[in-house]
């Protein structure tokens, strides 16, 4: 990735010099706070990576430390990277060195999704969802959000899609389009086509990105599409046939309440 590029190269450079790897993070940081946890040291089970991520709703406030030690495991990842390619949204500071946060909402008739995202989304999280309203010229909307901490994970996947502020498509997003990422994005942004089918709704990404992200689809699936046009932007378009192939892929990372989404693609 263009943008990482260089962070990587800085990274790697002060690791090198300074054998960072084998210094202890609070002799890197010996001002910061001490932060009490509870160890957790009896287990002899063999866990699978990224698999036992428990929710951190409620712990008091990360010290640098443990803000640096958090990580994202590559299958949840995947599963923020659907998000942000559907309704998901990052927040960074212009001013300073500050990290990045992911958010993500939805209306209040969508809980049961919305809460399954946060399911993901819970070791990242200082609080439960929370209740919003929106007025809108037809009325009073209710939604449900999601909102994380701010960690320097989120400023890496902050700078993989956003480039200076806009948000934009990575040149490896072939590498993060697994099944849960198509169907965490499709559960956001997915609808039924007249006739059959499904669309994706990319209107806020630029056609050569379109173009992008349609020919990762067609290669990583071996499935049939075209870029259609909504209101003067272009929107991805997945045939019957292919969402016939995809439906057994895409239905165990489904939520029970948006699996209409592509079982009417099919009909």
Avoid at 58 to 73: A, D, S
Avoid at 120 to 147: E, F, K, N
Avoid at 219 to 224: N, Q, S
């Amino acid at each position: 990735n263009e943008v990482l590029g260089p962070l990587h190269i800085l990274a790697n450079y002060i690791i090198t010099v300074f054998n960072i790897n084998t210094v202890p993070l609070n002799y890197l940081y010996p001002r910061a706070t001490k932060y009490k946890i509870l160890p957790n040291n009896t287990c002899t089970s063999i866990v699978p990576y990224g698999t036992n991520l428990g929710s951190t709703v409620g712990y008091p406030q990360f010290n640098i430390i443990i803000r640096n030690i958090v990580g994202i495991p590559f299958n949840t990842l995947c599963i923020l990277v659907g998000m942000i390619l559907s309704d998901a949204w990052m927040m960074k500071h212009k001013q300073g060195n500050s990290n990045a946060r992911l958010a993500i909402k939805q209306s209040i008739h969508n809980f049961g999704f919305i809460w399954h995202c946060f399911q993901v989304l819970a070791h990242y999280c200082s609080s439960m969802p929370s209740l919003v309203q929106s007025t809108l010229p037809s009325g009073i909307h209710y939604g449900v959000s999601v909102v994380t901490r701010t960690l320097p994970c989120f400023t890496i996947l902050y700078h993989m899609f956003h480039t200076n502020g806009v948000k934009t498509i990575p040149m490896d997003i072939f590498d993060y389009l697994t099944p849960p990422c198509l169907a965490f994005w499709i559960m956001g942004d997915g609808t039924m086509a007249n006739g059959g089918g499904l669309y994706l709704h990319t209107q806020s990404f630029t056609l050569e990105e379109n173009i992008w992200l349609l020919n990762a689809l067609i290669i990583k699936y071996d499935i049939k599409g075209a870029l259609h046009k909504a209101e003067g932007r272009h929107i991805i378009y997945i045939t019957v046939p292919s969402m016939r192939k995809l439906y057994p892929i895409l239905a165990p990372h489904m939520h029970p309440s948006m699996m209409y989404k592509i079982f009417k693609s099919i009909k």
